[in-house]
DNA sequence: CCTGGGTTCGAACGGCGTTCGTGAATGCGA
DNA sequence: TCGCATTCACGAACGCCGTTCGAACCCAGG
């Protein structure tokens, strides 16, 4: 009824340059079933689950919907089967979820290191961070709900450290600032996709727009009991100025304004 | 078969001397019934429910056996009624939380600021907010799956800006530090939650062991393959020295002698 | 052609947050 | 003191969730 299918290997369709080493996974292996064409009703033989396509998948379905509309179930739904099969190819949620940020943090570019530019290099891998968290709503949370350990992310962390190394930083605090970097960028990105659920439970696939929410909040601010907050109050042009992207960037100024300074102390 | 029962008004009993201004709620009202003595065998009036005693056992429950382990339904069960009794007095899990880390957040101490003792100071607002978080297991897991907009989370960002802007620091670095300063420690207590809750599922409500979240954390790092990652092999005794207190106190410094090093930027 | 190991997946388990509707308790005006 | 309107308590149910069980199925090696 169907043309025998073939079986072969194929380099990860990821990240494509990368393929010197595989440290995580196998060479992952790829069926590809052709049906004999117009035998349209038949119901077609499913396409072989693999990790990949359900990661392809659960990602697609971030993406569009959330952190909180990928179930195993809806994930299951959107491959065409039943939330069991998954578990041959994920031991579990937890798992789906390092897969996913794991698959994100591939993409980060580490620049080569320049000594002199070393501050301007460590802000824009942070940027890039959060741009990656970003580009893909949802993953923030997916990184907050478990502990970084695999590839994706210490390539985040090796990074990092090889700016600051270079940079003149002590290892020490190099060390402990790539802690701190990834901690406070998944933080942000964890925030920013919360305030993006709540305000609007953003139904057809728009953006979270980010000014509506800085705007939801300025409305919070403004109506604080004076008497209570005083300087909440005095300061409140300050405290609700500027949107996310000011917020941001202020931060990774006193991030690394700060490494600079104590890093003689953590020698 | 009872004695008529008294109601009258009283004191929230959270915090006594703090009686001044009623902005959140209105006084409680609690209702004792004496029950008629030695009939022991008739099922004792319930208590009556407050969002007060709602609150309480939620902490508890929490405390004890994690935040994982309060849903409506067993804190209910600790309460002894129903999960839909709960909602007469808290419209959802989501402000139960607020209350709770409300309250929490209410124990802060903000020092008298000292404009010369600034940057200790601020340090140790922020020590004491992760120390809260470490007392409360679980609130920081509440915090952060959250948006801060409640009375105790304020006092937060009242005294760091008090504190702040007696040292000198500009109104607005002082107001973006608030939010950095917070986000930072509500995601550290995050992590720290999510290891303990991680490494043991912690039964019979034993404290986390911090040393054991280090030692496996050392673990992880030392198995690492060094021809993809040479810095973090090449350093793994910085990366993975010091415990959650030093990397801790590296923080505030970096976040204290930044703010410091940009406040005059963002003037 | 058989057989056995891996894959698929419907069904079910126990838990979740939340809502509905009933019935009891309560406080108030008469 | 007595109705009565209102508030409160709460069992039951709805529709989710992650995960497991076990039967059916596919297919490579004998």
Known sequence: M????????????????????TWQAGP???????????????????????????????????????????????????????????????ANRDELDQLVIDRIARRLEIPEPDPDRWDEQLKDVL????????????????AMAQIPTMEGTMRAAEGIMAICVAGGISPQAAAWMCDLASLYVSAVGYEEALWAQRQNSTPAGEEPDHEAI????????????????PLLTRYSPELTAGDGHDRFEFAADVLVAGLAAVSEKYR
């Open 2 to 21: 169907f043309v025998s299918s073939t079986l072969f290997d194929m380099p990860d369709p990821t990240n494509p340059p990368e393929r010197e080493r």
């Open 214 to 229: 800085d705007a939801e909040m300025v409305a919070l601010w403004n109506q604080l009991p004076p008497e209570l907050f």
């Open 28 to 90: 992952v292996r790829v069926r590809v079933t052709l049906p004999k064409a117009r035998r349209g009703d038949r119901p077609e033989p499913k396409e072989r689950l693999t990790t990949e396509r359900i990661v392809d998948t659960a990602m697609a379905l971030m993406a569009e919907k959330g952190y909180d509309a990928v179930s195993m179930r809806s994930l299951a739904k959107a491959l065409d089967t039943g939330p069991a099969s998954l578990y041959q190819h994920v």
């Open 127 to 142: 940027r890039q961070m959060r741009d990656l968290f970003r580009d893909h709503p949802g993953s923030a949370r997916a």
